[in-house]
């Protein structure tokens, strides 16, 4: 954790001095992944991110710069590193647990409402990647992102065309008794469906696109093709290797398990595009 004398020493070396952004929000803090993903995808790195290393561990791209600063749990940012870092705005996601109202005091407050039920998670990532877009001047970058995510995505769905549309699900692994496992309502969902790929999980969700299961649940995928999402602990990937649940799923007797890098599954449109490559490739192999 930074001291005051540290975390104000790092402040003057920073690349964000007050010069830099003349009259545009660039000393920018955030409160979670999300907004620190779309603020990178757009060529302005936040200042701060709260739980920097969960972020590079489960997000992974766009990297963040070496000189970003820890705000602490994302749970509960420290309010004392934010003032010290004097933000001309604050970015945080809706609903994730958290009152961003707490921090209106420091700083106009950014919020990027995915999960709202007002458009799917795609469609609502384009729209608040423009929104944020205006708010720092990166009207172009945001414009070329998107862009660049739809060209991915739809090149993505041509490779694809002539294969066949063999059952995909995605899974994330926390113990080795139970599994989140996204389906309708997730950003992943939208992507399967751009690319013309079925979802081979058609229960219930949660309003982010997920359901919490026991592993046991997943026959009911049958054979279809499992994709877990990286990270998964060291000791709770040995456990499941080892758990009969696990081991006696059709989809694993039958080879059809693999592992991809991170994606945040509460992404934007760097998440959408960097999942779409992964599942382009991991098809084609």
Known sequence: MFTRRTLLGALAASPFAPAAFAGLPRRIVC??????????????PPLAVADLKGYRDWVAAPALPLSTLDLGARGEPNLEVISALRPDLIAGAYGYGIDETIYTRFAP????????????????????????????????????????????????????????????????????????VYGRGSLFQDVLDRVGLVNAWTGETSQWGFSTVGIDALTAIGNARLISLDPIPPHIRIRIEQSSLWTNLPCVRAGNVATIPPVWPFGGLAAAARFATFIRNFVQA
């Not at 409160?31 to 302005?44: D, F, K």
């Open 31 to 44: 409160l979670e992944w999300t907004s620190a993903e779309m603020l990178v995808s757009l060529g302005v």
């Open 109 to 180: 407050v950014f919020r990027v409402p995915f999960y709202e039920g007002m458009s799917t998670p795609l469609a609502q990532a384009e729209a608040e990647t423009i929104k944020l877009a205006a708010i720092v001047g990166r009207q172009d970058a945001a414009r070329n992102l998107v862009s660049e995510t739809m060209r991915t995505i739809n090149d993505t769905r041509d490779a694809l065309h002539t294969r066949r549309a063999v059952p995909i699900a995605i899974i994330s692994m926390f113990d080795d008794r139970q599994v989140r």
